[in-house]
């Protein structure tokens, strides 16, 4: 399962989280999913998998995620 880990205390995201949430969010989007759709897949909550595409929180597997 994907690991979650805690929230950023910076409040500038890096690159890396910043385009791993855009890029979640096009595909989602892309594909007519809703957040809960996607959250659903990837076993998450819809508000973790928002957090995560406005890059306000570390994944420790986005590759998972982004193969949904």
């Not at 500038?12 to 949430?21: F, N, Q």
């Amino acid at each position: 399962p994907l690991t979650l880990v805690s929230l950023s205390t910076d409040p500038t995201p890096d690159l890396l989280r910043t385009r791993i949430g855009q890029a979640l969010r096009q595909t989602r989007i892309a594909q007519s999913k809703t957040l809960q759709d996607v959250a659903d897949e990837a076993n998450l909550s819809r508000s973790h998998l928002s957090d995560i595409e406005l890059s306000l929180i570390h994944i420790s597997e986005p590759t998972r995620l982004l193969s949904i």
